[in-house]
């Protein structure tokens, strides 16, 4: 597979809902890696995914995003890609930190692979567990990891995690542990929520939508990203109480109306 290096600046959100959907469905697999300020962690991400990646034996496309970052991670994706020339890596430079619901789904719009998944640009997901997720490609429509011992997780953070499941209805372990998607369904369903319960809007969304599913259970660390990502900084309070919000407000019209 040739090279396919670039380094461009990311769509905005409406250029992102015009692209060529000639390209649609041309790799089995596209993997969007967004960064923040992740120049300590980003080149063993993509040395666990590349060796992962090889190992299931898939056609694929990385997508770097670059969500604002003010340190040297685009630097070092580009140093990356010179050394190793004949990987499928793009990197895109997104002109303002967007977020990571945005910053998601414009990777998917971005992308060419029949399945999507993003993985943290942050190295907290070894090779064996992307292995495990990525050989369940095929077996349904979303893909489900889920965490079978998790280091580093503050109490609050499996607290919110497991309201999401008791709101929802649904019998899966856990939301937000960046599952796989039919590219298509990120198009079509993504979500509108902020911050990490997107990945939880999408899911329900689907389920009701009556889409499949199989979970995975996997082994990954937690890298704790500071007061500003805790879930009770006063954005995650805001967006998680909306997700859950529509996620109950779903289960209910179900309840009484079916749809």
């Not at 995003?65 to 685009?74: E, I, N, P």
């Not at 190295?123 to 280091?151: S, Y």
């Not at 954005?235 to 749809?259: C, K």
């Amino acid at each position: 597979m040739g090279a396919s290096f670039l380094i461009e600046p990311s769509p905005s959100p409406e250029q992102a809902e015009h692209l060529d959907p000639i390209l649609v469905d041309s790799l089995d697999l596209t993997i969007c890696v967004p960064c923040k300020n992740e120049e300590k962690n980003v080149v063993g991400t993509l040395d666990a995914i590349v060796d992962a990646v090889r190992e299931v034996g898939c056609s694929y496309e990385i997508i770097v995003m670059d969500d604002g970052s003010t340190d040297k991670t685009s630097q070092l994706v580009e140093q990356y890609c010179r050394e190793h020339p004949s990987l499928p890596i793009r990197l895109y430079k997104n002109p303002k930190n967007l977020g990571l619901s945005q910053t998601y789904v414009n990777g998917a719009f971005l992308g060419r692979g029949k399945y999507y998944r993003y993985i943290g640009g942050d190295n907290a997901e070894p090779k064996e567990a992307i292995v495990r997720i990525l050989k369940m490609m095929g077996k349904a429509d979303i893909i489900i990891p889920f965490h079978e011992h998790l280091t580093g997780k503050s109490f609050s953070r499996v607290a919110v995690s497991k309201l999401y499941t008791f709101l929802s209805g649904y019998s899966i372990n856990y939301y937000n542990g960046c599952a796989v998607h039919l590219r298509y369904n990120v198009l079509r369903w993504h979500s509108y929520a902020y911050g990490f319960g997107f990945q939880a809007d999408m899911i329900t969304r689907l389920l009701q939508q009556g889409a499949t599913y199989v979970q995975v259970p996997v082994r990954v660390g937690h890298t704790n990203k500071g007061p500003g990502a805790s879930p009770f900084h006063i954005r995650n309070i805001v967006s998680t109480g909306h997700t859950l919000f529509e996620i109950f407000r779903r289960r209910i019209n179900i309840m009484l109306f079916g749809q």
